[in-house]
Structures are given as C-alpha cells and as structure tokens.
C-alpha cells in the first residue's frame, strides 16, 4: 500500500520560511519523479513544482520555493523562503511514474498524499 505523508505545515508570518517533507512508503520511491501542487480555498488546485531529473517550479514560486528529495529516506521536500499571504494553501505531495512526464499534470500523479496547511498572515 503506498503512503505519501507531509508534514511541516503551520502558520508564519510573511516573510518567513518553512520546509515541507513529504515521505513516502509502499513504492520504489528512487524511480518515481515526485512534485508538490496546492489548492486555496475556493481556488482549483495549482503546480508548485517538481523533480524529476531536473527540477521544475511555478512561476509564482520560482526563486523563492526549493524542491529536493533524498532517496535514501523516501522522501521530498519542499523549502519555502519568503512566504507571502498568496502561498496560504493546502500543500499536497504527489507521485508520478508516467511515461512521458509532464511535471505541471496533475493527471499524471498516480498516489497523492493527505495534504499539509499552511498559513501565511500578513
């Protein structure tokens, strides 16, 4: 049974940092490309970014969000620097093992995990 669990999630002020972990179990963790989407209340679910062989960011995160993983412990992270008001979201951890990847699909994730929260108060 596969499990994808985040944690790190809270409330910061803006400005501040945070690092999401998501760790995984049930699957050959090495050879799944991995990313992060979110989804704001009342607002579709959104790419954060990815890694694959390369990482992959939105554009409203780019230079502020790091995504890196260590295949030794099963798990992908989330480094989230200058958080502003707009980052407050549901964060969510998912894993993909499609042929022909494409990072920003959120079809193309097979296993999702339960989501962390995180709060960012102006």
């Known amino acids: 049974q596969v499990q994808l669990v985040e944690s790190g999630g809270g409330a910061v002020q803006a400005g501040d940092s945070l690092r999401l972990s998501c760790a995984a179990s049930?699957?050959?963790?090495?050879?799944?490309?991995m990313a992060w989407f979110r989804q704001a209340p009342g607002k579709e679910r959104e790419f954060v970014g990815a890694?694959?062989?390369?990482?992959y960011y939105a554009d409203s995160v780019r230079g502020r969000f790091t995504i890196s993983r260590d295949n030794a412990k099963n798990t992908v992270f989330l480094r989230m620097n200058s958080l502003k008001p707009e980052d407050t979201a549901v964060y969510y951890c998912?894993?993909?093992?499609?042929?022909?990847?494409?990072?920003?699909?959120?079809?193309?994730?097979?296993?999702w995990g339960q989501g962390t929260q995180v709060t960012v108060s102006s």
């Open positions: 998912a894993a993909s093992g499609a042929y022909g990847w494409n990072p920003p699909s959120a079809n193309q994730y097979t296993y």
């Open positions: 049930g699957l050959t963790f090495s050879t799944y490309r």
């Open positions: 890694i694959g062989w390369s990482t």
